[in-house]
């Protein structure tokens, strides 16, 4: 069993900075991705950014420019740097990892608001 245990969620003001993280435990052979999603209310999971195995990124065009995506050299973490955060940031973060089979974390929440 895997699990994915995220942490750094809170509440800021606008243009402020948050930094998650995620670590991987359990049962773990290796991972062919790992990144966040995310979820507002009232909308759907979104991605928010991913990193491979062999570090090729992608994010979302709404946080291009703003948020970093980083891994540690085994692949069993990651981690999400945000800054100037909006308001239409506001969601509940899931860190998410995928080989063979997909996992998710619990989500941690941030809010952005003055």
């Known amino acids: 069993q895997v699990q994915l245990v995220e942490s750094g969620g809170g509440l800021v003001q606008p243009g402020a900075s948050l930094r998650l993280s995620c670590v991987a435990s359990g049962r773990i052979i290796s991972f062919g991705v790992m990144g966040w999603y995310r979820q507002a209310p009232g909308k759907q999971r979104e991605l928010v950014a991913v990193?491979?195995?062999?570090?090729?990124?992608n994010y979302a065009d709404s946080v291009k420019g703003r948020f970093a995506i980083s891994r540690d050299r085994a692949f069993k973490s990651v981690s999400l740097e945000m800054n100037s955060l909006k308001s239409e940031d506001t969601a509940v973060y899931y860190c998410?990892?995928?080989?063979?089979?997909?996992?998710w974390g619990q989500g941690t929440q941030v809010t952005v608001s003055s």
């Open positions: 990193i491979t195995g062999g570090g090729i990124s």
């Open positions: 998410y990892a995928g080989e063979a089979a997909e996992y």
